[in-house]
């Protein structure tokens, strides 16, 4: 019989991201980052300079940020020791949409904060590399946890059977990024670890997976 399985995000689900990149921002590039809305384009401006930002801009700046400034990024309140307690019921990795060639200086950031698991990098929707790690395990129960709605939206196309938890630990975004729950492409959302870590561990059991 084959364990659960617990496929997880990492940014603003295991370590704060955006809170640190609007810091950077500000310092390094005199972009002002909000914090509302769209958290990448409509977000950021440039005080006076009325020239948007373009998509390319945007994916530069992300780059540049993870190749000089992940140690920058902080553990969301509770994460560690919720993936050290789902490691004892589960196996349990990470599936980031970052550049390949990141995956090593993900694994070892995410060492340094005391979470040491197998990195997956994706790019685009994760539904399809989800299914792949699923099958490739040989996993009849699958738990999905991300904080962007599409994933969640992808997810259901490719692995219906999942069971699929929305977390946005960044209550500065929180609040404005789509609900995949309200879409019906979760089975939940919680965005603190205090109440997703019982959940999950309820769901990898075969307990009602259904938030209240």
């Known amino acids: 019989m084959s364990r659960p399985l617990i496929v997880c995000d990492c940014d603003e689900v295991l370590l704060h991201m955006v809170r640190?990149?609007?810091d950077w921002l500000n310092a390094e590039h005199g972009i002002a980052f909000e914090l509302n809305g769209n958290p990448f384009l409509q977000s950021m401006t440039r005080p006076g300079n009325p020239e948007p930002l373009t998509p390319e801009d945007v994916w530069a700046l992300l780059g540049g940020?993870?190749?000089t400034q992940m140690d920058r990024q902080v553990p969301i309140a509770g994460a560690v020791e919720a993936v050290a307690a789902l490691q004892e019921a589960a196996d349990f990795v990470i599936l980031t949409n970052l550049n390949d060639e990141r995956n090593a200086a993900r694994c070892e950031q995410l060492?340094?904060?005391g979470i040491e698991v197998p990195v997956f990098t994706n790019q685009g929707p994760k539904g399809g590399t989800l299914k792949a790690i699923a099958q490739e395990r040989g996993a009849n129960r699958v738990v999905f946890i991300d904080d962007i709605a599409s994933?969640?939206?992808?997810?259901l196309d490719h692995l219906p059977q999942s069971i699929r938890l929305q977390f946005c630990g960044e209550p500065a975004i929180a609040p404005h990024i789509p609900c995949a729950l309200d879409a019906g492409h979760a089975s939940a959302r919680?965005?603190?670890?205090?109440?997703?870590?019982?959940w999950v561990l309820a769901a990898i059991e075969g307990e009602d997976h259904h938030a209240d």
């Open 111 to 113: 060492r340094k904060v």
């Open 190 to 198: 919680i965005d603190n670890w205090a109440q997703a870590l019982p």
């Open 20 to 22: 640190h990149f609007s």
């Open 65 to 67: 940020f993870f190749d």
């Open 151 to 155: 994933h969640h939206s992808s997810a």
